[in-house]
Each structure stands twice: as structure tokens, then as C-alpha cells.
């Protein structure tokens, strides 16, 4: 039978897919900008004949029509491998919960499972000439999802930027159950927020300077990171490489400025490696068919093996809160739900074993609340009930608009006075005070 034939045969409208759905199962949504469309719609109108279905998924880049109904978590229960915006009101809505992870074994996770998933319905670009179809820029973990999953329905979309992998990219249509063709919805952005504010072009001068030649980058979401891209663009760096867990806009303007060419890559020379991508069409369109890039799954490009293996490794993440310890929280602030764990981890760890590596957590030194009032992202300790991200012992280095500072070895008391001096100078004294009573402050300290 011609693959052609086995499409035909397998090809069947998002209703009738999702019948294979029953009350208690796990489906997983897959990943990103590959979360299915019009299946999540199709599944959406079987509600009411269904109760406890745990649904798997993670970056969110819409609402999902499963849960329009008010009384949705009767019958759907959402388990985000990275909490969002969107999912953040679910929370409240008592429909979605967090799964911590360390990103980089997600893929391990599903081949060690004791609860695989019944069902996986995800967004893929159309099937090749070789019966391939493709995930998009959403390697991450689908392929173990594919490998471990009893029912897998793909949703073809038009729009789906076909990228290149190194492995676990594609999923062969021997291994799908039903196909289905949906409406082809534009494939959802994840901007980098509004133009970059003083405070973050002055933390990406304070890293730019710090990046030197055939440097190889990872950026994390968000207006730091994508301002200290901006600046990157506009320098005189040159011969840059990237391996990285998300592709950003801001990768595109740096490579189109001719900065990019992986040619001092140890590994994957000449190759832009990265687990998953989400940003504007500008980016999308990048991605499609270019060979220069390379899809990859998290177990790879977030390795801390790997990631050391790639000489100057700059690791530039953003945060929620720090201490005077050097604890940084990148999840919550308290038991508020803010974002997940990701790779973060993976990347302070690999980019600090790289010879000359470097891990950047950068924040603004202030941040101002709903009513107005200003205070310090450094905290004499972490809010309660604030999870941790890095630990103390693998924070590097720490940026704010005010200075950056090595934290990596110091005692205690050097620890404190070094994340002092980057706080806003309103707080400085108050950490001062703050940090004698917990006794890591010396009197000989500045």
C-alpha cells in the first residue's frame, strides 16, 4: 500500500477522531504551537459524555475549548509541563495543576511512565513523499510521546513550518491512527512583549560585553533576553553558535545581521540547534525547510553534557525573585504560580562546566505592584512558600540595571554583600539590616 493509500484510509473528520476518547484517559496535547485546533474543539463537544479525562500539554498559546464551559473541571483536568498566562486562570478555576519537571528529561518521563498516555492528538505540517509528517518547531518530547502513546491522531496543518531536525522531528504516518485535516489556523505567536525598556538595555550591555567571539548562545523568553539579542545584533560579535532549549525572534535578527554562522561549534558545527520554538511569523518562516537549523529533542539540547561540551557557552534566563543567598525563583512568587521550572537548570549547570561559560540570571532590581508600590526583586530571603529554581550553589552570575556580580564560591557574608550592591540603592540599606539579623553580614563588609 502506497502512503497515499494509508492517508486516505486513515483520514477521518476531528469528530469522528476523537470517539476514541473515553472517560478516565490521558491525552496528551502535545507541545506549543503543535496543540491541536480543531480536535480540541471536536473534543470539547463530547463534554458531557465524558468525566476525569487528564489532558497533558504545556506553552499555551490560546485558550482551549475544553475548558469554555464554566463547569469544564467536572470533566477535564489540564497538567501543564510550564504554566502560562492562559493556565494561570485555570489554576484558579481548579482545572489545571503544574507537573515540576526538569525539562531535559521530559522525554524520559514518558518512556518511564506508569500512567502513558491513551490517546496524543497534536498540530503537524503535511505528510512528505517518505510518509513523514513533520512537528513543526516542537521536537521537545514527541517523539517519546509518539513512542509510548496507544492512539496517536495527527491534525495536518498547511501552516506548519516543516523543520529540520537532527532526530525525533517527525512522526511516520505507520504509527498514526487517524488523521485529520483542520481549518489550517494561522499558527499561534508568542511576541517578546512591548520594546525593551531602559532598565533592559542597560542589563544587556552589562552581558553583551561579556560575550566574546564564536560564543555559542541559549536566551530564555522575554524583554531581557530579547533586548541583550537586539544588542548582540548590533555589535561587532562574530562567528556566534546556537544550542539552545527555545528559539526567540531574537535568534532571527542576530543571524540576518550576519552573526551567526556556529562556524566554533565543538558539536553541531555550522547548525543552530534548539527543543522548540515560539515567537512571530517572522520567525516561523525562518524555521521552514532551513537547513542551517536543527530540531532537536530537550534530552538533547538541554544535556548538561552537551551544553559543556560547547566551549564559551552564554546561558542568559530571566527571574521572578533571588535572596541573599543566591537562591533564585523563576516559578513563583510565594504559592503564586508565575511559569515553570523548564531548563533553566539544565543551562546554569551546562553553561558553568562549559570552558569559558557563563550563566546569566538577569532581572530588573525593582518591580511595582497593582496599587503602586514599589519593591526589591532581591529579598533578604524568598518569599514563603517560593519554590527555587537554582540553588545558591549554582548561581553564576547575577545582573540588574545597577551591576553584575560572580556569586559562584563566596561565603555567605561575600554573597550578600555582592547581591547588595546590584539592588536598587532604595533597598540597599533594608537588606543591610535584614542580612546582619540572619548574620551574613560582616562589619568590615562595604
Known amino acids: 500500500m502506497s502512503f497515499l493509500e494509508e492517508y486516505k484510509q486513515k483520514l477521518v473528520s476531528a469528530d469522528e477522531a476523537v470517539k476514541i476518547v473515553k472517560s478516565g484517559d490521558w491525552v496528551d496535547y502535545g507541545w506549543c504551537t503543535g496543540t491541536p485546533d480543531a480536535l480540541d474543539k471536536a473534543l470539547a463537544r463530547r463534554t458531557d459524555e465524558l468525566k476525569d479525562v487528564n489532558v497533558r500539554g504545556g506553552i499555551l498559546l490560546k485558550p482551549l475549548a475544553i475548558f469554555e464551559r464554566e463547569d469544564a473541571g467536572e470533566h477535564f483536568t489540564w497538567n501543564s509541563w510550564h504554566m502560562g498566562g492562559y493556565e494561570r486562570k485555570l489554576i484558579k478555576r481548579g482545572c489545571s495543576f503544574y507537573s515540576p519537571i526538569r525539562y531535559s528529561e521530559l522525554p524520559r518521563y514518558y518512556r518511564d511512565s506508569t500512567t502513558p498516555d491513551d490517546v496524543a492528538m497534536f498540530q503537524v505540517a503535511p505528510m512528505d513523499s517518505h510518509g513523514y509528517f513533520n512537528f513543526g518547531p516542537n521536537a521537545s518530547h514527541l517523539g517519546a510521546v509518539c513512542e509510548t502513546s496507544k492512539k496517536i491522531i495527527v491534525e495536518v496543518n498547511e501552516n506548519m513550518p516543516r523543520c529540520h531536525g537532527g532526530s ?208 526589591s526583586r532581591i529579598r533578604p530571603t524568598l518569599v514563603e512558600g517560593s519554590v527555587v529554581t537554582d540553588t545558591r550553589a549554582n548561581t553564576h552570575y547575577i545582573v540588574t540595571e545597577y551591576g553584575m556580580v560572580n556569586v559562584k564560591g563566596l561565603s555567605t557574608w561575600q554573597k550578600a554583600e555582592a547581591i547588595i550592591s546590584v539592588a536598587h540603592p532604595d533597598f540597599r540599606d533594608e537588606l543591610i539590616k535584614e542580612a546582619e539579623k540572619m548574620h551574613i553580614w560582616k562589619r568590615s563588609n562595604k
Open 168 to 375: 525525533e522531528a517527525n512522526v511516520h504516518i505507520s504509527q498514526v491512527s487517524y488523521i485529520v485535516e483542520g481549518d489550517n489556523p494561522a499558527i499561534g505567536e508568542l511576541g517578546a512583549g512591548g520594546p525593551a525598556t531602559d532598565v533592559d538595555k542597560k542589563v544587556a550591555e552589562l552581558i553583551v560585553d561579556q560575550i566574546p567571539n564564536g560564543a555559542c548562545l541559549q536566551l530564555g523568553i522575554g524583554g531581557m533576553p530579547n533586548a541583550v539579542g537586539s544588542l548582540i545584533a548590533e555589535s561587532d560579535l562574530k562567528d556566534l553558535g546556537v544550542h539552545t532549549e527555545m528559539y526567540v525572534d531574537a535568534f532571527v535578527d542576530i543571524a540576518k545581521a550576519g552573526k551567526i554562522t556556529g562556524a566554533k561549534k565543538n558539536i553541531d558545527r555550522y547548525r543552530q540547534a534548539y527543543g522548540f520554538g515560539a515567537g512571530t511569523k517572522k520567525m516561523y518562516d525562518y524555521l521552514d525547510e532551513n537547513p542551517e537549523l536543527m530540531s532537536a529533542p530537550v534530552s538533547y539540547t538541554n544535556d548538561i553534557k552537551n551544553i559543556a561540551a560547547l566551549d564559551n557557552f552564554i546561558s542568559i534566563n530571566n527571574c521572578v525573585d533571588l535572596d541573599l543567598f543566591g537562591q533564585i525563583s523563576s516559578e513563583t512568587s510565594g504559592t503564586k504560580h508565575i511559569s515553570g521550572a523548564g531548563g533553566q537548570l539544565d543551562f546554569v549547570l551546562g553553561a558553568y562546566m562549559s570552558n569559558g561559560g557563563k550563566s546569566f540570571i538577569c532581572c530588573s532590581s525593582t518591580f511595582t505592584d497593582k496599587q503602586g508600590v514599589v519593591h
